[in-house]
């Protein structure tokens, strides 16, 4: 808005324009069962770390505070979380993550032949292991991460938010 307020809005099936504060809409959209609110709403999480020297979650270089703008929650694993993973998973590797610490250390071999640990291809055992170590390990890993945005947001939150939405009755709501 021109006084800076955030707003967001969410254009229904009538085409009436239905908006409100953005922090308020999301929080009805998150709590509603009205598929006026749900057909087309998506929650947006990044995810960053500080390879591109972001700074802290209290000082926020150009970069990120773009990033935070372009998301409705974006989050920021700490170098402590990114530590901590490498060594257990490549340093000093737990007995369930060697699956995934062979599958990552075959796709980054010299002459290596495909790669089995990317964002966009996983090695089926990785997966496997990886996905039980990190329900396993969950409460312990969202403290690898600060909430840049939204503002006073937490990990618990964010949990809150997305539990909410997966048990909605999606199926219902896309038939309407």
């Known amino acids: 808005m021109a006084s800076g307020e955030l707003r967001g809005l969410i254009y229904k099936s009538n085409q009436e ?10 929080a009805e959209v998150v709590s509603s069962r009205d598929p006026e609110l749900l057909r087309d709403f998506i929650l947006t999480v990044g995810v960053v770390s500080n390879h591109g020297n972001w700074f802290t979650l209290d000082n926020h270089n150009k970069e990120l505070k773009v990033l935070a703008q372009s998301y409705d929650w974006l989050v920021f694993l700490i170098d402590a979380g990114l530590s901590e993973f490498i060594t257990e998973l490549l340093l000093d590797p737990a007995p369930l993550l060697r699956p995934a610490r062979d599958a990552f250390l075959l796709s980054y071999a010299a002459g290596k032949k495909k790669n089995l640990f990317t964002k966009v291809q996983m090695d089926y055992e ?10 396993d390990n969950s409460s312990r890993i969202a403290n690898w991460f600060n909430a840049i945005a939204p503002k006073n947001g937490s ?5 809150l938010q997305i539990s909410r939405l997966r048990d909605k009755d999606w199926w219902t709501v896309h038939s309407l």
Not at 17 to 26: F, G, H, N, R
């Open 17 to 26: 324009i239905y908006s409100k504060p953005y922090a308020e809409l999301i």
């Open 126 to 135: 990785a997966d496997r292991v990886l996905q039980k170590y990190f329900q």
């Open 155 to 159: 990990m618990r939150k964010l949990r």
